[in-house]
């Protein structure tokens, strides 16, 4: 296994789109183990639908933000966690997002379908859904655990080396996804 070299590179984002059960999360919780046994340094950007919470009700984190804070950092000697309440505001797009987070080696964003962003598709055959690939022009590359008729490299599902390496090399500049984004607006 060959190391990385954080000096090749500057910060690169690559997304992952699939269905709800495709095995995404799954998958990346196999891949960035691997990424960081090779030196690099991952974070991950997900979308999640509608309500969520990572505080605990009743918690002061959670008190503080009920009452109408903007924003609630909670701090410890292991993790810090920022939590900002758009109150109403529209939901920030991915290069807002992108701009807010620690320089990595690589950023994987699971979900934002909608923004023009290098995507691996994770289909799993048993989940009985479609392909997104002929709809999303942004899928550069399949991994799934069944062969797939396409030109578009491709890994299987198990083979997380192989996996690794179509996500590093189908991976953009975050300059890249932030000057497409200023482009479009």
Not at 18 to 27: D, Q, Y
Not at 167 to 178: F, Q, W
């Amino acid at each position: 296994m060959e190391r990385w070299t954080p000096s090749e590179t500057r910060m690169k984002v690559i997304g992952l789109a699939g269905w709800s059960g495709a095995g995404k999360t799954t998958l990346l919780s196999r891949v960035i183990p691997y990424l960081r046994g090779r030196g690099m340094r991952v974070s991950v950007i997900k979308h999640a639908h509608h309500e969520f919470d990572v505080d605990v009700p009743g918690k002061d984190s959670w008190v503080h933000r009920q009452s109408g804070a903007t924003e609630v950092l909670v701090s410890s000697t292991r993790r810090w966690a920022l939590m900002h309440e758009l109150r109403g505001a529209d939901e920030p797009r991915l290069p807002e997002l992108l701009a807010k987070m620690a320089s990595v080696d690589l950023v994987v964003v699971e979900g934002f379908k909608r923004e023009p962003l290098n995507k691996i598709e994770v289909h799993r055959a048993a989940n009985g859904k479609p392909l997104l690939l002929p709809d999303d022009p942004c899928i550069v590359g399949i991994a799934s655990d069944v062969a797939v008729e396409t030109r578009l490299p491709f890994a299987h599902l198990d083979d997380i080396a192989a996996v690794a390496e179509l996500m590093l090399r189908s991976a953009i500049g975050v300059d890249d996804v932030l000057s497409s984004a200023a482009a479009e607006s």
